[in-house]
């Protein structure tokens, strides 16, 4: 409840001052989608997203705001100006950008399933082979996510289960509620390392977002479609803080291997 308390009150103050101008640059996040963001009860944000989001104030010179909301919220939110920009592990979708505009990307992480050790969905090695055999499994998902999109799209005799939080649906997969779970291939190691996930294993399937248009290109800073001096500011800054290798450093301190998008 603090964190609500304390989130919606930052979101709100957000929303009454143009910070970039007043020399804040205010992020929009999710807050507990570890390892990218997460928020303690205090609003302190840590996690890959917000390392990139110091790096690219730093590079601005401007002074980091965060701002914690529920995923499916962001962008909405940005459209109603609370923030800035989103630092979220949000993809790059050609549906997000009929409501704003991203950076260019500068992430990309393989997207893959969970299941209980010994189970049907585990030993499956190629992808058109589980997707079939999702058919009537409960999958979890977040809500407004791309994995969300893709499984309607790619599994749709699947029994979707969508959650505001990966906390929740973590729960529901190690209480035997759901059948698997689709989200980024970090995402789910965080849930294994914890003593709930040691039943579990990730199926050996890496879905890449080359595999279909719903996942994406890559992960990338959204912005609002009428802000286009922020975005070039923002992809200039990306750019150069990739280059540097700065991007990179951050990505091998908290998913221990380079997942960096080189600029195009």
Known sequence: MKLKILSLLAFLAAGMNSSFAAGELSIGTEGAYPPWSMADASGNVTGFDADVGALLCAKLDKKCHFVVQAFDGLI?????????????????????????????????????????????????????????????????VQAGTTHAHFLEKRAPNADLKTYDTLDQMQIDLAAGRID?????????????????????????????????????????????????????????????????????????????????????
């Open 76 to 140: 909405p939110a940005l459209k109603a100006k609370r923030f800035d920009v989103i630092i979220s592990g949000m993809s790059i979708t050609a549906e997000r950008k009929k409501e704003i505009n991203f950076s260019v990307g500068y992430a990309e992480l393989a997207n893959m399933f969970v299941a209980p050790k010994g189970s049907d969905l585990a030993g499956i090695k190629d992808i058109d082979t589980l997707l079939k055999s999702l058919d009537g499994k409960k999958v979890g």
């Open 180 to 264: 698997t779970a689709f989200a980024d291939a970090s995402a789910l190691q965080d849930f294994l390392d914890k003593p709930d996930g040691k039943n579990f294993q990730l199926v050996d399937v890496k879905i890449q977002s080359t595999f279909d248009p719903s996942l994406g290109e890559g992960i990338g800073v959204g912005i609002a479609q009428d802000n286009t001096a922020l975005k070039a500011d923002i992809d200039k800054a990306l750019c150069e803080l990739i280059a540097d290798g700065s991007v990179a450093k951050a990505s091998e301190k908290w998913f221990k291997s380079d997942i960096s998008r080189p600029c195009k």
